[in-house]
């Protein structure tokens, strides 16, 4: 008998949505927290995760970066290693992608001093990602950013038209808020510690790698950018709005980046969208859309036949129902959603969040995603397009 036999709620979960959709857990649900994966495919076909592990986050220096693999063809996952390990202090929050040349990116931030607005961004390289075991690093790296005055004057600009939007009876906290943002803005230390990735960076042209980062201390995000594989990095100006943070990026027809962003802010809370007309360099202010979003990571994808795809949770509150939506028109409207995790079926403390996705060279989409009842586990998702497009049953 499987370890999985014996856990009622995962079998009913890899039952019931569908035949066209396979599921499971990478390893057994456990004490330890896991959390904040992120799913790549290697360019020989296999699939590669990550995630972090520890007796919590912040706080607990034992947080590692952890990665599994499952092999073309197989069904199992390999068990869990160790990417990123600082010795004494937490690493968190990791990130994965393939650039056009074929090489595998691990990006992910050390906690200084257990507080989010002290992370330290760190990377690694390399192009010999074997079939089995940790990869052979040829390259490693800090992230150093150094946003220039361009971030003060842009969080100036839009912060008055931030205010005018809040509701009287916040306003007072929220002016309170802006004024601190403001200070913060204009000291060295803030502006260059704690920025942290999330989802999937993004190449344009073949060269330039946006990265989106957000930072708790600010409450806001930003892209840092690199046009020589990594060699230098400068950041965007700011991505402003109400706890507008985790940002993950689509590019339009026409050139326009599309950043949709989780609300950390006031209510009513919603998926915050902000666009960039010059390639990452500037952002409007993000503003609500008509998608809830209980302050959660998101991540939208641009398909090969241009269809646009987010995996939310689709609430205001909690984090107890994950879906899955498509959109023919550059995200303006997201005609078809299916739930991979309905929330009808959670109650409790259990949640399913942070979700990551890709599409495979074999045209399915693969989600990963944190999953927390009975112990934790990051839950593994496959389904096609058509799935999708048959909404829930």
């Known amino acids: 008998m499987s370890w999985l036999s014996c ?3 995962l079998a009913a979960a890899l039952a019931a949505p569908g035949d066209d959709y396979e599921a ?10 896991n959390h904040g994966s992120c799913i790549v495919e290697y360019p020989r076909g296999s699939l590669f995760v990550v995630w972090y592990r520890g007796s919590g986050e912040r706080k607990a220096d034992d947080v590692q970066v952890m990665g599994s693999r499952r092999r073309i063809g197989s069904k199992e996952w390999a068990p869990p290693f160790v990417l990123a390990d600082t010795p004494g202090f937490p690493d968190a929050n ?3 992608f393939v650039d056009p040349r074929g090489k595998l990116w691990l990006l992910w931030p050390v906690i200084l001093a257990n507080e989010w607005h002290t992370a330290l961004l760190q990377y690694k390289v390399t192009s010999d990602a074997p079939e089995a075991g940790v990869p052979r690093w040829e390259e490693e790296r800090t992230l150093l950013l150094r946003p220039g005055p361009e971030f003060s004057a842009t969080i100036d600009r839009l912060l008055p038209d931030l205010l ?3 509701p009287p009876e916040s306003r007072a906290r929220a002016e309170g808020w802006a004024r601190e943002i403001q200070s913060k803005a204009r000291e060295k230390l803030w502006t260059r510690l704690g920025w942290m990735p999330r989802v999937h960076p993004i190449v344009l042209d073949a060269r330039r790698i946006l990265v989106p980062l957000y930072s708790d201390g600010f409450d806001m995000s930003l892209i840092a950018i690199s046009d020589d594989w990594g060699a ?4 965007s100006a700011p991505l402003v709005g109400g706890g507008a943070v985790q940002p993950s990026l689509t590019v339009r027809k026409d050139g326009t980046i599309v950043a949709h962003l989780r609300d950390n802010g006031l209510p009513p809370h919603r998926v915050l969208r902000s666009e960039s007309k010059d390639r990452g360099e500037t952002w409007t202010m993000a503003q609500d859309t ?3 979003n209980p302050g959660a990571g998101l991540e939208t994808i641009v398909l090969k036949d241009g269809l646009w795809v987010l995996v939310n949770n689709d609430t205001e509150q ?3 129902s994950l879906a899955v939506s498509l959109s023919e028109d550059e995200g303006r409207a997201w005609r078809w959603t299916r739930h991979l995790e309905p929330r009808a079926d959670f109650t409790g403390d259990r949640s399913a969040s942070y979700p990551s996705i890709i599409e495979a060279s074999d ?4 989600v990963t995603y944190s999953r927390s009842t009975e112990g934790e586990t990051i839950f593994h998702a496959t389904f096609s397009i058509a799935w999708v497009r048959a909404g829930d049953p």
């Open 7 to 9: 856990v009622p709620w």
């Open 318 to 320: 909690g984090r107890r």
């Open 24 to 33: 499971e857990a990478l390893f057994p649900p456990e004490r330890l927290h």
């Open 232 to 235: 230098t990095w400068r950041a």
């Open 290 to 292: 008509s998608l809830p």
């Open 164 to 166: 005018a939007s809040v």
């Open 363 to 366: 045209g399915r989409l693969h």
């Open 94 to 96: 990791p990130c994965a």
